[in-house]
């Protein structure tokens, strides 16, 4: 090697071991973090008791509640203190066949199930048999305030529980046969939600969907005085098991006060922006108090604003919307405050230079500037705010977060909560597009 090479090889060195130096440092710091991380995570599990949250998550119970949500059963119960039997869709009074449908066989005392597959229960007066496909005859009967219960001979399955004083077997989703000391009950699930469109009682629920077009267009009418057409409008919209009607003014509910209470928040947080922001405000504790009631209604979460409002106002919507106000008053007003204090001068000045006053520099120099930010973010905030409308009606504020909330209180009309949860999603989806559309059209992006 040359003199001249060994010298430059001399001269990298110092170079080199900066840089070796550089990425030691690097990555004593990224493992540092890493395990700093892991740490962290390790303290959560335990701090969280994650274990034992896991052995007390019941994965079959989940099922239950999806298949609710997306199906409903048909109860087949005879109380044995009675004698009596009834066949009744959810177990409802109001919705019990008169006439056993097609797969219930009633010969007096005994019933014979079909809960298809091969699966049949033959009902007897205080006693049941259930045969089950690849098991066997499972024999149950109530004798001297006992159950007893007779399997096939081999292993239990899971699905199967017996005592004294209950029989339970569920082989599968959407069949179930329970024995007590009182009653005998057997379920059947069917896909679908039931009486949706109409009450069990209806006349209008023996119809199919052609069949109601062709009635609402004909002039003879079922109720004499009320067209076909209003008479299934009305049938609907006042279903007492779906309550479409309440949902519908429960979702306007929850729309008025998402929209009144961002609107409210950001007519006030412009003008306080103006004295917030430091280029229009030169009064140094002027801006500091403007800055610190931002801080403070906005550190005040809304759910708290909300349970605050309800102790003063009570329930209803306007609780709500209060709550939304106060809170996006102190966001809105700090963005707006930033927003305005990054403004460009030179178009402030240009107008200035006209010899305009003082309102028409803000209204020709600064509000054209802020006016796409302020839309942007009041948009934004009305699109979240209608989702935080319905945690603050579960609340007691009002709206559809209310009639959720009281949906799963009862862990039984799983398909209500569903429908429920639908509806507000989908009102989020419209706020969603709405508010993007005018945001467009009012900001002139084409």
Known sequence: ???????????????????????????????????????????????????????????????????????????????????????AIEGERTATYETPPDW???????????????????????????????????????????VITELPPGKK????????????????????????????????????????????????????????LDLALSDEEIEPGTSNLRLILDTFW???????????????ETLLMAVLGTFTAAFVALPLAFLAARNFTPSGPVRFVVRRFFDFVRGIDMLIWSLIFIRSFGLGPLTGALAIAFTDTG????????????????????????????????????????????????????????????????LGAGGIGLMLVETIKTSRDWENTLYIIILTVLLVIAMDALSTRLRRRLTGDR
């Open 157 to 212: 399955p899971d699905w199967l529980r017996a005592t004294d004083a209950k029989f339970d077997a569920r082989p599968d989703l959407g069949r179930r046969v329970q024995v007590s000391r009182a009653k005998i009950e057997v379920h059947r699930y069917f896909l679908g939600w039931e009486n949706f469109f109409f009450p069990f009682r209806s006349p209008l629920q023996a119809y199919s969907a052609g069949e109601l």
């Open 104 to 146: 219930v066989a009633v010969e007096g005392e005994r019933l014979t199930i079909d809960l298809e597959d091969g699966y049949t229960v033959t009902m007897l007066a205080t006693s049941l048999t259930f045969d089950v496909p690849d098991y066997g005859l499972i024999r149950v009967s109530v004798q001297d305030g006992r």
């Open 238 to 252: 006042s279903n007492p098991d779906w309550q479409h009607g309440n949902v519908f003014i429960a979702l306007l």
């Open 1 to 87: 090697m040359s003199v001249t090479g060994l010298e430059m090889d001399s001269s990298l060195m110092p170079h080199r071991t900066g840089v070796m130096r550089s990425v030691r440092r690097t990555s004593r710091i990224g493992f540092t973090i890493l395990g700093l991380v892991l740490v962290y995570l390790t303290y959560t599990w335990f701090a969280f008791d994650v274990p034992a949250l896991i052995n007390s998550a019941k994965p079959e119970r989940a099922a239950l509640l999806a298949t609710d949500a997306v199906a409903h059963k048909v109860h087949v119960t005879r109380l044995l203190r009675r004698g009596t039997t009834a066949i």
């Open 331 to 394: 966001t809105l007003g700090k963005l707006f405050s930033e927003a305005l204090e990054n403004i460009d001068r030179r178009q402030v000045e240009g107008v200035n230079a006209t010899g305009a006053s003082r309102l028409q520099t803000y209204r020709f120099g600064v509000i054209p500037q802020i006016l796409p930010i302020f839309i942007s973010q009041g948009f934004y905030y009305l699109e979240s705010n209608t989702r935080s409308a319905t945690v603050i009606g579960a």
